[in-house]
């Protein structure tokens, strides 16, 4: 099974559809698929739910889909850089699922692991607990919170060899494990492609099983979020 596709728009072709549910990975700009959110924004595709823990910023990530009003829904942790974002959900035209940051990487994890709900104490007393389901645990009250199961996951990752095995680098590994399993179909954007077998198998940190698609990015941007400076 070839999981190699020569291209970003080709990795996506016959995947990705209006309305769908959609994860992402990233923190940041730190890990994001850039070319496959590129590839995304010029199939048109539209009304897309997205999970992923924040919108990009404006011009870059995510914000380039919600510039073009391809996003209808985010499901995110923080939303705190985007003007845009902004502006559309205090109009009325974005809808926002706001969720605690830990959650939502749970969220992603049970999904992938075939979790169906889960407990927590996050949220319990808050905004976040209301029309959910309460228990009491060893005297605690906790909340249940749905896994998620994208119908397909973009994620980001360093190396990955032809059979899909991933590593990742350093911070850029972030949410992108977990919205790899979870999606129902996995496409990976990474900088490098192996043979199969070249990867020390202590040193995979995703198996190839989860990975349906790969495609080669040998060049992105990473741009910086939040450029600090100091004299010298």
């Given at each position: 099974m070839n999981k190699v596709y020569p291209s970003a728009a080709a990795a996506l072709d016959g995947i990705v559809k209006d309305g769908q549910l959609m994860a992402v990975g990233g923190f940041g700009l730190c890990g994001i698929p850039e070319a496959l959110i590129d590839a995304l924004q010029a199939s048109g595709v539209k009304g897309l739910t997205v999970i992923s823990n924040n919108a990009g910023v404006d011009g870059f990530g995510l914000g380039k889909?919600?510039?073009?009003?391809q996003i209808k829904k985010m499901i995110s942790s923080y939303v705190g850089e985007n003007k845009e974002f902004e502006r559309q959900y205090l109009s009325g035209e974005l809808e926002l699922e706001f969720t605690p940051q830990g959650t939502l990487a749970e969220k992603l994890r049970a999904g992938g692991a075939g979790i169906p709900a889960f407990f927590t104490k996050t949220g319990v007393g808050t905004i976040v607990a209301e029309g959910k389901e309460l228990r009491e645990f060893d005297g605690h009250t906790y909340v249940m919170e749905r896994s998620l199961l994208p119908e397909v996951s973009l994620v980001k990752a360093h190396v990955a060899d032809k059979s899909g095995n991933l590593q990742f680098r350093r911070t850029a590994r972030n949410?992108?494990?977990?919205?790899a399993m979870a999606g129902k179909v996995t496409i990976v954007e990474v900088e490098k492609?192996?043979?199969?077998?070249?990867l020390d198998p202590d040193q995979v940190h995703?198996?190839?099983i989860f990975v349906h698609r790969i495609v080669l990015n040998t060049t992105p941007e990473k741009r910086i979020e939040q450029r600090t400076t100091r004299k010298a």
């Amino acid at each position: 099974m070839n999981k190699v596709y020569p291209s970003a728009a080709a990795a996506l072709d016959g995947i990705v559809k209006d309305g769908q549910l959609m994860a992402v990975g990233g923190f940041g700009l730190c890990g994001i698929p850039e070319a496959l959110i590129d590839a995304l924004q010029a199939s048109g595709v539209k009304g897309l739910t997205v999970i992923s823990n924040n919108a990009g910023v404006d011009g870059f990530g995510l914000g380039k889909l919600l510039a073009t009003r391809q996003i209808k829904k985010m499901i995110s942790s923080y939303v705190g850089e985007n003007k845009e974002f902004e502006r559309q959900y205090l109009s009325g035209e974005l809808e926002l699922e706001f969720t605690p940051q830990g959650t939502l990487a749970e969220k992603l994890r049970a999904g992938g692991a075939g979790i169906p709900a889960f407990f927590t104490k996050t949220g319990v007393g808050t905004i976040v607990a209301e029309g959910k389901e309460l228990r009491e645990f060893d005297g605690h009250t906790y909340v249940m919170e749905r896994s998620l199961l994208p119908e397909v996951s973009l994620v980001k990752a360093h190396v990955a060899d032809k059979s899909g095995n991933l590593q990742f680098r350093r911070t850029a590994r972030n949410f992108n494990p977990n919205v790899a399993m979870a999606g129902k179909v996995t496409i990976v954007e990474v900088e490098k492609i192996v043979e199969t077998g070249e990867l020390d198998p202590d040193q995979v940190h995703l198996p190839g099983i989860f990975v349906h698609r790969i495609v080669l990015n040998t060049t992105p941007e990473k741009r910086i979020e939040q450029r600090t400076t100091r004299k010298a």
